[in-house]
Nanobody, 116 residues
Framework: QVQLVESGGGLVQPGDSLRLSCAAS????????TNWFRQAPGKEREFVAR????????DYADSVKGRFIISRDYAKNTVYLQMNSLRPEDTAIYYC?????????WGRGTQVTVAS
């Protein structure tokens, strides 16, 4: 059974940094593409970043390119999202997901609030 658990969210000021974690069980993160999405209040869930399996690369939404970095720790079976230069518009619940054995699996999310 695949489980994804996000953590690391919180309340920060504009310009601050946060590192989110997506700890996986039931699937090896090195064998699947892992995505981060976010959903702000009243808005649809949107793509943030992706790390491809087997070290094949990364992909980012234009809104976070140059500020966010996605990475993976094989030993901890965890995918990270380093978020720098945070802006109020980054406020959202952040979710990770993987597509594995015909199903898309989501975590429950972690809240990120950027406010002065």
């Amino acid at each position: 059974q695949v489980q994804l658990v996000e953590s690391g969210g919180g309340l920060v000021q504009p310009g601050d940094s946060l590192r989110l974690s997506c700890a996986a069980s039931g699937v090896m993160v090195g064998t699947v593409h892992t995505n981060w999405f976010r959903q702000a209040p009243g808005k649809e869930r949107e793509f943030v970043a992706r790390i491809l399996n087997g070290g094949a690369g990364t992909d980012y939404a234009d809104s976070v390119k140059g500020r966010f970095i996605i990475s993976r720790d094989y030993a901890k079976n965890t995918v990270y999202l380093q978020m720098n230069s945070l802006r109020p518009e980054d406020t959202a619940i952040y979710y990770c997901n993987v597509f594995f054995r015909g199903h898309t699996h989501w975590g429950r999310g972690t809240q990120v609030t950027v406010a002065s």
